[in-house]
C-alpha cells in the first residue's frame, strides 16, 4: 500500500464553493517527480491563503493541497540529486499552486525544486524565514546591489508587519540600514521597534500628498509589498537615484504612477519575483540567510500552528489583521 500521510485539502464540491479539512492523503495523490519529503515544517504566505479559498490566480485545479514552503528530510529521490535522510528546503516554484505542496506530511516534487539546507539553519529556522524570508532577503539584496549604503537615510518598508515586511525590517536593521515601518497596526510600533525600525509611521503618511506629480524626497530606498498608491506614493518620495522594491499587492495589483520621479530622479523600480528565482541566486541569499543575515529574534516572529490552527489564521491573514507569521508544524499535527 503507498504510504500515507495527513495534509490539509481544499476542495470544490460545487462552483465557488470551497471546503478545507484534513484528511489522509496517499503518495500516488501526489504529481509525479524525483524527489519524496517527509516534510517538518511549513509557513503560511499570502499566496497560500489565497490557494485555500480557490483563487484562480494560484489554483485552478481541486482537490488541493497549498502550502508554497516546505522543509523537511529526503525519504527518496529517483536521480540520485539527493540521498535519503538529507535535509532540504523546497519553495515557490509550482509548490502549493498547480503541485501538491507543504501543508502536507509529505511532497512529491521534481529534485531542481530544492536546495540542501544550508549549514547554520535549522529546518525549523528555515521555515520560520520560508518564503516570506526569502523575498524579503532578495528585495535588501537588490537595494545593497543597488548602491544603497547604511548611511544613506530612511529606508521604508511598507506592509511592516506582515511576513515580508517584518522580515524586511529585521534584515535592513541587521545590515546597519535605518528603517522606517508604515503599518496599518500602529498598536504594534513597539514589535516594530523590537525588530529594529527607527521609525513607526501610519500607513496613510505614505500617501499623504500623493495627488502631486512628485513629492518632497524622503526615501533611501523602499521595500514595497503592498502595491497600489502606496507603492506609488512611495516611487514619488524616493530620493534622487534611489531604489525601490516591488513584490506585493495586498493593496492593490494597479500602479497609478507617472514617469517624473524615473525621468527627473532616476529612481530605480525592481521587481522581485521569489517563485522563478534562480538556483543558484536563491542559495547564495539562503547562504545568505544563514550566516551574516542571520535573524537571531526569528522564534519572536511566527506562531507555531498544527494543520488544525490553520484555518483560522488564513481567515485572518484573507482580512489583514495577522500580526506574526505561522509557522506549520507537520511533525506534530
Ligand atoms: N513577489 C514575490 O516573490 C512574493 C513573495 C512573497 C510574498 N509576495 C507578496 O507580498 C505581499 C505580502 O506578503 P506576506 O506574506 O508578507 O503577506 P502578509 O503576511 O499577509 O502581510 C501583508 C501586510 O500588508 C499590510 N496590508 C494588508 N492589507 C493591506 C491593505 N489593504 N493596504 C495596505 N496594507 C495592507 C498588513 O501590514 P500592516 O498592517 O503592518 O500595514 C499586512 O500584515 C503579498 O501580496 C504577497 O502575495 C510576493
Known sequence: MSQQFKALLVEQPE???FTRTIVTRSLDDLPEGELVVKVH????NFKDALSAVGNPGVTRNFPHTPG????GEVVSCSDGAFKPGEQVIVTSYDLGMESDGGFGQLIRVPSKW???LPKGLSLKESMMLGTAGLTAAMSVHELVESGLKPDAGPVLV???TGGVGSLAVALLAKAGYQVTAATGKLD????????GASEVIERSAVTEGSERPLMKPRWAGVVDCVGGE???AAI?????????TCCGLVGSPDLPVNVFPFILRGVRLIGIDSAEYPMASRSAVWQKLAAEWKLENLAGMVDEVTLGGLEEKIQAMLKGGLKRRSLVNLLDS
Open 15 to 17: 462552483k465557488k464553493v
Open 41 to 44: 515544517y511549513s509557513s503560511l
Open 68 to 71: 508554497i514552503d516546505a522543509a
Open 114 to 116: 530544492a536546495l540542501k
Open 158 to 160: 511598507t506592509g511592516a
Open 188 to 195: 504594534e510600533a513597539a514589535y516594530l521597534k523590537g525588530l
Open 230 to 232: 502606496t507603492l506609488a
Open 236 to 244: 514619488k518620495a524616493t530620493v534622487p537615484l534611489g531604489s525601490v
